[in-house]
């Protein structure tokens, strides 16, 4: 089944404790992007990778860092995480290099940062 | 850069009778505007786009309509159903590009049986 796996779905934390939330997908997609959501801000731009060792900014990078080793992962790292992450995170691939434009996301991940 | 205004944010309609929600966008260049629907629980899903060379698509009871002189486009439901409760997304992009696809900021839609 084609799919895009994000773990885990819920996390608690607390602030400055380094944490990873990992994002496979299986599509063989090039282009994968990791979205935050907050209440009446809809979905924002973290930072997308268009493929293997190339990544970009999107409208929210600060305090993220993502590394594209592999076509299949796309991990989102907080370094230092502070309350302002709080937020529900969500990770999406598509083939759009290749002129598809539809985004398949994960189930998302509720982080909390204490 | 783009920018997309969603309306409403909330929007509560009687199960059977239409639904609309509109964005606008402000960059020019956008030529592709997605629509998502996200359930409870669940990673938005893509439901029905349109390319500026179009102005208007269907799919069963769902379609989208798109202004370019006004920078407008719309999703209407028609006929709508409790399975149609959720969260809808409408978003904009240069179709094929590098560049980045910019959400709207959401509408809860709500079924009243």
């Known amino acids: 089944e084609a799919q895009v796996t994000q773990n885990p779905r819920y996390l608690i934390t607390v602030t400055g404790k380094k944490l990873t939330v990992t994002c496979s997908q299986n599509?063989?997609?090039?282009?994968m992007s990791w979205y935050r959501q907050d209440p009446g801000l809809g979905l924002r731009q973290i930072y997308y990778?268009?493929?293997?060792?190339?990544?970009d900014k999107g409208d929210v990078p600060e305090g993220y860092k993502v590394s594209r080793k592999e076509k299949r992962n796309f991990p989102l790292i907080l370094e230092s995480p502070s309350p302002n992450q709080t937020s529900l995170y969500f990770c999406a691939s598509s083939s759009r290099n290749r002129g598809n434009e539809k985004l398949f996301f994960g189930s998302g991940t509720q982080l909390s940062v204490l | 850069g783009e920018n997309v205004e969603q309306h409403p944010s909330t929007l509560s309609v009687q199960e059977g009778d239409s639904a609309v929600i509109k964005c606008t966008y402000s960059?020019?260049?956008?030529?592709?505007f997605p629509w998502y629907k996200q359930e409870l629980g669940k990673g938005p899903q893509l439901i029905i786009d349109?390319?500026?060379?179009?102005g208007e698509k269907k799919d069963q009871r769902i379609a989208v309509t798109l202004n370019k002189t006004a920078k407008h486009f719309s999703l209407h439901i028609t006929e709508t159903q409790p399975e149609d409760s959720a969260v809808y997304f409408c978003a904009a992009s240069v179709y094929s590009s590098a560049s980045k696809i910019i959400f709207g900021s959401g509408t809860r839609l709500s079924i009243r049986p």
């Open positions: 990778s268009m493929n293997v060792e190339v990544t």
């Open positions: 349109i390319r500026s060379n179009v």
């Open positions: 960059d020019s260049a956008s030529n592709y």
């Open positions: 599509m063989n997609h090039e282009y």
